[in-house]
């Protein structure tokens, strides 16, 4: 079983190699708006394992998403879902401003979840 610091150095590859994809494509944005919500994912199962909350998939990580310490980022999290489903199934015409808005959400799911394992030590 992954320890929570297995997922945060996961999600940091993630997030790096997002950096790494040509924005100037749809297809490349695409990718990019992926590997930022697994990234985030990633985050989000670390903080669960160190609580012992299941996450085995999807569903059982979406039910323990709705603990209160993600309501303020639980928006943020499902509209990255949203995109990166979208960016997987549908094939849209992703552009780079759609990038910057999928890395917002990032940032601000990573800077929560790092800040709630700096609260509980």
Not at 21 to 35: N, V
Not at 37 to 49: N, Q
Not at 77 to 82: A, F, I, N
Not at 92 to 108: I, M, N, R, T
């Amino acid at each position: 079983m992954p320890k929570p610091i297995d997922h945060i150095d996961w999600a940091e590859k993630l997030e790096k190699e997002a950096a790494r994809f040509d924005l100037a494509t749809s297809f490349g944005t695409c990718q990019a708006i992926t590997y930022l919500f697994y990234s985030a994912l990633h985050y989000a199962d670390a903080y669960l394992v160190s609580r012992s909350l299941t996450r085995m998939d999807h569903a059982t990580r979406q039910r323990s998403m709705e603990h209160p310490f993600f309501d303020s980022i639980r928006s943020k999290y499902k509209r990255l879902k949203d995109m990166s489903r979208e960016a997987r199934y549908n094939l849209p015409l992703y552009y780079s401003s759609d990038f910057a808005k999928a890395k917002q959400f990032h940032e601000e799911i990573k800077t929560h979840i790092l800040a709630l394992f700096r609260q509980t030590g």
